[in-house]
């Protein structure tokens, strides 16, 4: 059974910085292509990074230079440092995994970790 458990998520101010943490069991942590998106309140669920097998990332512009993802293949763990969060970055904040081995594998999610910037 794939299980992704997030945490570290919770109430900063602006400014202030976070680091989530997606901890992943049943899956072949190494071969997963492993991503952080996000949805806030009324809005669609957006892309914020990905980190691939290989160690490649992938930033959205909205991010870029503010979050860095990275993961630790010994304990089947990925990270999101978020660092200057702004406001707009208030937002449930999901893991994601897939293997680009299996292109018809949707992948698995995460329960999700609430991230609210505010004053």
């Known amino acids: 059974q794939v299980q992704l458990v997030e945490s570290g998520g919770g109430l900063v101010q602006p400014g202030g910085s976070l680091r989530l943490s997606c901890a992943a069991s049943?899956?072949?942590?190494?071969?997963?292509?492993m991503s952080w998106y996000r949805q806030a309140p009324g809005k669609e669920r957006e892309l914020v990074a990905v980190i691939t097998g290989g160690r490649s990332t992938y930033y959205a512009d909205s991010v870029k230079g503010r979050f860095t993802i990275s993961r630790d293949n010994a304990r089947d763990t990925v990270y999101l440092q978020m660092n200057s969060l702004k406001p707009e970055d208030t937002a449930v904040y999901y893991c994601h995994s897939v293997q680009p081995s299996r292109p018809s594998d949707p992948g698995n999610w995460g329960q999700g970790t609430q991230v609210t910037v505010s004053s």
């Open positions: 049943g899956i072949i942590f190494s071969l997963n292509n």
